[in-house]
Structures are given as C-alpha cells and as structure tokens.
C-alpha cells in the first residue's frame, strides 16, 4: 500500500475524536455565553422602600408648611384680642408680649417636630442602607462573582474538551498509521516468505 494511502486513511481515523473535540467546545462556549448574559439586579421593592426613606429623611415634619402658615395666620388675631382686651398701655403691652411669645413657642415646638422626625428619618435611611440594601447587595454581588466563575469553568471545559478531542486524534492517528504500516509489513514478509518457500519446492522436484 502506498504511504499517501496510509496516511490517509490515519488522518481519516482521527477525525471522529478531534470533531468531537470541535463539538464539545463549541457547546461550552455557548452555555457560557449564556451564562455571562445572566443578570441579577437590585429588586424594585428595595428600590422603592429605599426611595420613601430618602424623601422622609429630607421631608422632615409632614405638613409643616401648613401649620406654620396656620401658626402665622394666628398672629392678627391674637393682636386682636389683645387689644380688645387691654384697659391700659401697660395692659396692652403685655397681651402683646405674650401674644408674640405664644406664636414664638408655637414656631419652636414645630422646628422641634420637624427636626426630629427629620432626624428620625435619616436614622431610619441610614439603618435601611446598612441593614436590608447592604444585605441583598451582598447577596448579589455573591451571585455575580459566582456567574463569573461558572463562565470561567465553562470556557476552561471547553478548551479542556477540544485540546483532548486533537489530542486524541492525533494518537489515534499515529496508531492507526502504525497499525497500518505493522501490518503492510507483515504481508510483505509473508509474501516474500511464500516465494522463498515456493522457489524451494520448485528445485526439489527438479530434482
């Protein structure tokens, strides 16, 4: 047999496992294609309940511009009335006086409203931010780092799988080729052996 035929029929041998090889890795690649286009996201509960602790932080007292301007609007009558009331300037000037002073402690007690449900606010953003966001943070990022390195694993079984499907190809291929050439050989050496055996049985019965 010719060593083009041999080798030909060696590199056919080894194209079942190097295909194999082609195949495996192109489903590998694929799934991790797959994988790295997977996405997790912070959930819009969390978003929202985040947004309502952001604006109550900034808000402060609800309604506070309402009861200051009714605050405000007081503020004439209780002249009024301290002028209706008042039977000398002495008089006057102190219904006076504790009308501002009345108005004044109203204002007070609704700055000091304000700046604790403000500051009770913050806190409860603050508390939200480190505890339930920073919680499932956490929990995403663990789950991107472990997409990433299942991509990774995907990608590296694929390489794996094509290097060993070439790998094998070419062992088969070179086994093969043995095989082929052990036994041209063999059939060469029986043949001649034949003749030498026949040219022997020939001069015998000359003989």
Known sequence: MAIGA?????????????????????QHRKYANLLGQQNKTMPAGILQAESIYREQANTGMYGKDMYETSVKNMMPLYLSQAKRSADSPGALLGAL?????????????????????RQQGQQNLA?????????????????????????????????????????????????????????????????????????????????
């Open 6 to 26: 041999l080798l030909g029929l060696s590199a056919l041998s080894a194209i079942p496992s190097m295909v194999g090889g082609v195949v495996a890795y192109g």
């Open 97 to 117: 006086t504790q009308a501002w002073t009345k108005t004044g402690d109203q204002m007070m007690t609704l700055n000091m409203k304000d700046s604790a449900m």
């Open 127 to 207: 508390t939200f931010l480190s505890g339930t966001k920073a919680t499932q943070e956490a929990a995403i990022e663990e789950w991107r780092i472990n997409r990433d390195l299942a991509v990774q694993r995907e990608r590296m079984m694929g390489t794996k799988e094509l290097m060993a499907g070439i790998t094998g190809g070419i062992g088969q291929g070179i086994q093969t080729f043995g095989d082929l050439t052990t036994t041209e050989g063999n059939n060469m050496w029986a043949d001649w052996l034949s003749g030498q055996l026949s040219g022997a049985d020939k001069i015998d019965s000359e003989k």
